[in-house]
């Protein structure tokens, strides 16, 4: 397996007790794969994604990225944070150079290659703009352009689409989706939206909360162009509401 | 604007008023309560004999010397101890307890150790202008949001990078503010610093207009003192908005 998360606990002292964000999960995916953590707030989707980019370590089993244990972040997996992945003070294409700046390119050659990205992403003609002057869905585009720039391996991130309006969402979904498969980048990608989940995933990790766990990782088999409006697309969205209802019922008994 | 200015001028005129007033009813010697218009002759007279402008290079001179020396060390200080917080709290209290002594007090210090001429008035400013440029670069950084910190330890950027590229800038705008009071701070002290043994700069020229009696030059000096800090707090806010328009409206 390419991504192994093996028994892994991540805990937080709280109020001199000790909180599970997350209680001994296992996971595992192929390269090439989209995957989608899915769950309720508090379930611990960013905590896993931080243990997988080696921002966190676990307090107990471990991960391992093509068989090497993951103990700090690296270029080779770049993380796509909500906000703040954009440098304000940084043109455009400025923005999609800063990943390559560390690397041994030529200026010459990170100009090009933030070019090439810039214009895959369709927004070669704002390279010389600021990243304020740009929509919301515009600037996600950016921060895309410049993760794959450094030409990753996998690509983390953590409710990219979050602040988005609907439609816009919807667009960024398919241009993404498209994107994705054209780079062949293995992708793990948080989000709390299910349809986005179904859309987006070769495999949804459906997690829940208190203590933080898997519940199920549901495979979408649906092919890779997808119709929102499809009785397969319906199903699979429908199996994972039963899964997260399922947990209501539970809760309802327990508290009658 | 235009009502910015209007505002600013009948102030200014009422305060003109009220000194007139005082001094054509209030019966003081003139010579130690000049009417406005000897003070606007003595200007004059500082300007046709070259006493002003020769001051003004001199303080200037002095002041930006400690000023702009305190702005680098404060900043870089800043910097280091904003992103190295346990290094801080040992610093911390340091500076609490030196920050608090006037810049004045130390004067006899520096009169000692450095004797007489431009230095006093150098380090005094240095002093005045480097703790609000410390503490608030210090504040600005710690400000950051930690998700910048991760985004350069995923680009792997060295540590050099990340202060030049990631640090300063997301903090400048902060930092810029720092700026803005220090020059302030520090303008105030130029002449106190003037004051021990310069033999130039405006305030050697109080010194020197108190010591011929020449209240009318002596106040005409105090004028231009204010009005040059008055100036370079206009630069500043103007600096401060290039800069904000540079950084976009995040910051702004
Ligand atoms: N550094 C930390 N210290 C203490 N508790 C933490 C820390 N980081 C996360 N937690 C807790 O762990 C739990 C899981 O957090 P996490 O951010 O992973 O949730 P999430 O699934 O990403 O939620 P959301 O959808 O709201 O982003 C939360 O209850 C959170 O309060
Ligand atoms: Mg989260």
New binding site residues.
Partial sequence: MYVTVENVSKT?P?HGAT?H?LNDISLEFERGEFICLL?P???????LLNLLAGFERPTLGRVTIDGVVVEAPSPKYVTIFQNYNLLPWRTVQKNVELGLESGNLSKKERQERATRYLDLVGLKAFAKNHPQQLSGGMRQRVAFAGALAVEPEIIFMDEPFGALDALTRMEMQDEFLKLQKQQGTTIVF?T?DIEEAVFLADKVVVMTPNP?KIKRVISVNIGEVRDRTSPDFLAIRDRIFGEFELKQKDRTEYFI | MIRKFLRAAIGISVLIAVWQVAVTTGGFNPQLFPPPQKVLSGIHELIVTDMLWDSIVQSMLRFFSGYLSAVVLGMALGMYFGYFKGAWQFANPVAQILRPISPIAWLPFVVLWFGIGDIPAIVIVFIAAFFPVLLNTVSSVSKIDPTYFKLAKNFGLSRLDTFTKIIFPAAFPYIASGLHIAIGTAWVFIVAGEMVGAQSGLGFLIVDTRNNLRIDLLMSTMLIIGLLGLMLDGMVVYLERLIYKKWGAVSG
Avoid at chain 1, 41 to 47: D, L, R, V
């Fill in positions: 937080y709280h909180f964000a769950g707030s508090g379930c611990g989707k960013s905590t948080v709390h933080g």
